[in-house]
């Protein structure tokens, strides 16, 4: 068939969809309603599930093979976060009208890229056609050692809090996509990096390791830092001090931030960071930073748990605390 | 606040939703981003998805509470078609705006009803706000012993066709719900029986004992027969036989067919019947009759699975091929 022709939903599921679950027996190729899967001994299996909606998590001028990336990496963000080890999905597709041949051959290909990298496979899925936004809902799920997930609601008084990689940078990469900010002095190297950030988000599966070992409670910070942080503070009882002038920062974001092109608030409360907010230890504290790095993944510390009468107190540069009318994204 | 607000995010969650993941220790109550599952030893685990949205799959008149109970019960009888008993569901909503409570509150009611019924818990979610019509994707898991998986795609030549309960109910049930047609003849409580196959399907997890001892290959029957029994065709590299005459059809739809008021190819192309569709070794039908029998469901023989060379012929009563131009439902 032509490229751009419209695909029936038999023949996106062969053609597109089916080659992603190649290599997983239980998925059956696609051809049952049910996938199987046989649990590992000794582990414990985590799922999650998040959807993503054109306009709404990603935008329409978006590449399809970044829209296949993304919808499979923010739920992996989720398994990194409990320290899990992806090993399949299924995937509820809803369209508006069948998508091209053109637009499925990209997004499979996202796809692809996204399931060789955090290694797991399509095992299942629903197609639908409806009014609306393309959406993509997926279920993804890990394995960890049994008893052994990384709960977000465990962090102690006393522990410290670190972050993964660097905040922000997505904030700034949807900006300079929407057009909404001009990214005025930017390489055009610089600007891809950042709306790089923005489409297509790396878990940090990385940590699992360093989170195992040395971790009291961990999530990921998808939302933004700030949001994220207090929900770990509801889910555990407990409150906690983030100091803005430690949350780290790409060079860019730094620059950016130092020339007034965006308030330190702003990036703490941005959204799309798809990094690791964990607690820790005081004394595993040293470790989990060098295992970490050990791994390839800088962690820094931005602030500590305290006790939940304390609530959660973000700490400005100058030492004061500040007042965020909005921690960061929800949708209702 | 009142019944007819509309909702936070967090708010709808921590109401509504989080009292479902009660009993579920993994599911955190909703708090944790990820829910974690100890799977039981000896057991494979069965995973499915499949989203309902108003308008497509339900009807925006439909009760909140006949529409969480289809969410739920649609991916169930997936599971029930491959023999798996539910334990757990995650569950991504979708809304143009935030609902109700009194929405909120009908909607969990019906999930409730739904989980009681099936034996599962709500372990995890996404709660999202996009243009379109709302809608509801569900990922059910369940189990089965270890390597006892039904697949659609295992049915051999010389194997009886089983149907499970009667078909075409939900088909005029729709019809009525619609106003497309109406049901002249039928009692107040027919017309609501017909409504009700639509609204409430019941997945047949009754038939478990009886696929697993007596069953070479199952499914459930959710797009029409014709169109699922092709799909089974095609995944096992077989053909089939199936006989309209002896299709089983409740009193009521005999009724409507016997007055002309529906033809047979359309009760056997509807859709939403979601009864099992089973192929069993010729030497087990009877004792697969009984055994579903004593688990209160009755299965009735509509045919048979041929060489994959004799295709799909579907006879009509008097006995010749009929040709159906749309062999059920499909999305695009």
Known sequence: MADTEVLAEDELIRTYLAPLAAGFPG??????????????????????????????????????????????????????????????????????????????????????????????????????????????TITAMGYVPAGCMLRRGSARAGDRLFVS????????????????????GLSTAERSALIRRYRRPAPRLALAAALLQHGHAAMDVSDGLVLDLGRMCRAGGVGAVLRLATVPLSVVVARVLAAGGIALEDLATGGDDYEILAAVAPEQAAQFAASAAAAGVGVTDVGEVVEAAAGLTVLGPDGRPVSLPRPGYTHF
Chains 1, 2 share one sequence.
């Not at 199987?36 to 001028?61: C, Q, S």
């Not at 660097?166 to 990214?183: E, H, K, N, Q």
Request: net charge negative; hydrophobic share 45%.
């Open 165 to 184: 990689g660097t905040i922000g940078d997505a904030r700034l990469g949807l900006a300079l996509a929407t057009g909404s900010w001009p990214g005025s």
């Open 27 to 136: 998925a059956f190729g696609l051809e049952d309603d049910c996938a199987v899967l046989t649990p590992e001994p000794g582990r414990d299996l985590v799922v999650t599930t998040d959807a993503i909606a054109e306009g709404v998590h990603y935008l329409a001028a978006d590449p399809p093979e970044d829209v296949g990336w993304k919808a499979l990496a923010v739920n992996v963000s989720d398994l990194a976060g409990k320290a899990a080890r992806p090993v399949a999905y299924l995937m509820a597709l809803a369209f508006p009208q069948a998508p091209s041949g053109d637009w499925m051959a990209g997004f499979a290909g996202g796809l692809r890229e996204a399931q060789q990298a955090f290694g797991c496979h399509l095992i299942g899925g629903d197609t639908d056609r409806r009014p609306g936004p393309p959406s993509i």
